[in-house]
């Protein structure tokens, strides 16, 4: 099955997308914690994109070529990145923020370079 070595990113990638589309109105309040929404961000798209690397890996038809694997797993999940941010503008109580953005490209790059370290590329 071709999506089978993905079904972790996609789980994953379902469960982003709920939270990064709820009303703000319905987001936990931090206690005034600075930053943590950018934390958060880079925390579940770091994790979105290791996932996403690991399964491009253990894809059998492209284990072959691993640096592309590698490159459309990181595109993937900036273009996710790049629309979940945008279709903030379409929800009520809910902003765009370039901010939330640049925190998900970093947490990306993040996932990257600990998939690396892990697999010792």
């Known amino acids: 099955m071709i999506l089978w070595p993905h079904i972790y990113t996609i ?3 379902a469960v982003t ?13 931090t206690g005034g914690l600075v930053g943590f929404d950018k934390v958060a961000h880079f925390g579940v798209f770091a994790l979105l994109s290791l996932l996403a690397i690991i399964g491009s890996y253990k894809h059998k038809r492209i284990a072959n070529k691993r640096f592309n694997a590698t ?8 273009v996710y990145s790049i629309l979940l941010e945008g279709a903030q ?18 947490g990306i790059a993040g996932g990257t370079i600990i998939f690396l370290i892990i697999y010792k590329l």
């Open 17 to 29: 997308a709920i939270l990064i589309l709820l009303p703000g109105s319905q987001m936990p309040d």
């Open 71 to 78: 490159f459309a797993a990181v595109v993937s999940c900036i």
């Open 11 to 13: 789980a994953w990638a």
């Open 89 to 106: 503008l379409l929800i009520t109580d809910s902003q765009f923020d370039v901010l939330d953005m640049v925190a998900n490209i970093i």
